[in-house]
């Protein structure tokens, strides 16, 4: 028998067909192959594993005949199965040294930033103003218009809820109460933090992830330049500045958007509104919400500056990272404000 043509990827199957149709032979003419590839090539390898020899072989497809029929084809074995207990158990153990080692990277993290900090501190002149506004108005001026939404929107979800809870048993007016008190102390602070940390968080982690796979980071240290001090630190100070002041706006769009489903639903006017709203909440409830605000800030740039630092050259690590930044940080987000609730409640506030 004789192949002739191209023996490829493309034709392999067609050859094989043709070899097993045809008269068994002892002897297998190659001479005429134009163009031979590796598939190809194991083809005639386990031709010739079978007995069969190939004749008049070009010196180039000798070549790649002898590299390919020197490599061990043996079939690869069959992985082993565990039973799903044993998988579940190995992502558990896996899922907790992962955790373990993000434990360790932020506190290392923090160390760092705070070392950064001190030394920015001591001499005055290596701050970058410019940098921290540029920072503030993205992350917050540029955030107003979606979290005065969700704040509105979250405000007459609650008041609907509220009235239609309430309505049966005749206290549909404390509906103004529920919602003061839900959006200062938990709704305003904590709406407006995972919202930053979905936006502000991953745009940290995608900018620095880029900044690391071009090498620009390396090329900063090259330079003698920080880059702790020069991308970091002004992201963070940016951050911890405009988390407070969203919240404080989010607030008052909260019982903006209160005092509309107010109206709506119990034709309460906007003056009886802001005197019951006066009556039902304290000072204590905005300083709740406020002081989370600072702290919630601080964690959520340095989970997405942390991620943006261990981005390692490829567009898919850039956006792996961004997408655990952006988990971790809501994730953090939540464990802290139930933190912080057990621990107003202990310190009756």
């Known amino acids: 028998m004789a192949l002739a043509g191209v023996l490829d990827i493309r034709t392999l199957a067609e050859a094989e067909a043709a070899l097993a149709q045809g008269p068994k032979a002892r ?41 390919i029929c020197g490599l061990p084809r043996k079939p690869l074995p069959k992985p082993r199965r565990h039973a799903r207990w044993h998988q579940l158990v190995v992502d558990v153990g896996q899922g907790a040294d992962d ?15 705070a070392s950064v900090a001190a030394r920015v501190l001591i001499h005055p002149s290596r701050w970058r103003p410019a940098a921290i506004s540029r920072h503030v108005a993205e992350t917050g001026v540029d955030a107003l218009p979606i979290i005065a939404l969700m704040a509105v929107l979250i405000s007459v979800v609650i008041g609907y ?28 602070v904590l709406i407006t933090a995972i919202m930053v940390a979905g936006r502000s968080g991953s745009a940290f982690a995608a900018e620095i992830g880029v900044m690391k796979s071009r090498e620009e980071i390396d090329a900063l240290r090259v330079m003698g330049l920080e880059p702790m001090e020069l991308l970091v630190l002004p992201r963070l100070i940016a951050l911890v500045i405009t988390l407070p002041l969203l919240t404080f706006f989010a ?9 509309m489903i107010s109206q709506g639903l119990l034709h309460v006017s906007p003056w ?65 404000d ?10 009756g506030l």
């Open 27 to 67: 002897t297998v003419d190659v001479g005429n192959l134009s163009s031979l590839d590796t598939p190809g090539a194991l083809l005639l390898c386990r031709l010739r594993d079978q007995g069969i020899a190939l004749a008049h072989t070009q010196p180039e497809h000798q070549s790649l005949l002898d590299l």
């Open 99 to 113: 955790a373990w080692h993000d434990m360790l990277d932020i506190t290392a993290l923090v160390g760092h930033v």
């Open 161 to 188: 809820q509220g009235v239609a809870q309430l309505r049966p048993y005749g206290g549909e007016d404390f509906t103004i109460n529920l919602v003061a008190v839900s959006v200062l102390r938990e709704m305003g």
């Open 251 to 259: 607030d008052i769009m909260g019982l903006v958007g209160g005092a």
């Open 272 to 336: 009886q509104y802001v005197h019951r709203v006066h009556q039902a909440i304290d000072v204590s409830d905005l300083f709740v919400g406020l002081v989370k605000a600072p702290v919630f800030a601080f964690f959520i740039g340095i989970i997405g500056c942390m991620h943006g630092l261990r981005v390692r050259g490829s567009a898919e690590s850039v956006g792996r990272e961004t997408t655990r930044a952006v988990v971790k940080g809501i994730f953090l987000v939540l464990t802290l």
């Open 338 to 347: 139930a933190l912080f609730s057990v621990l107003f409640e202990k310190l």
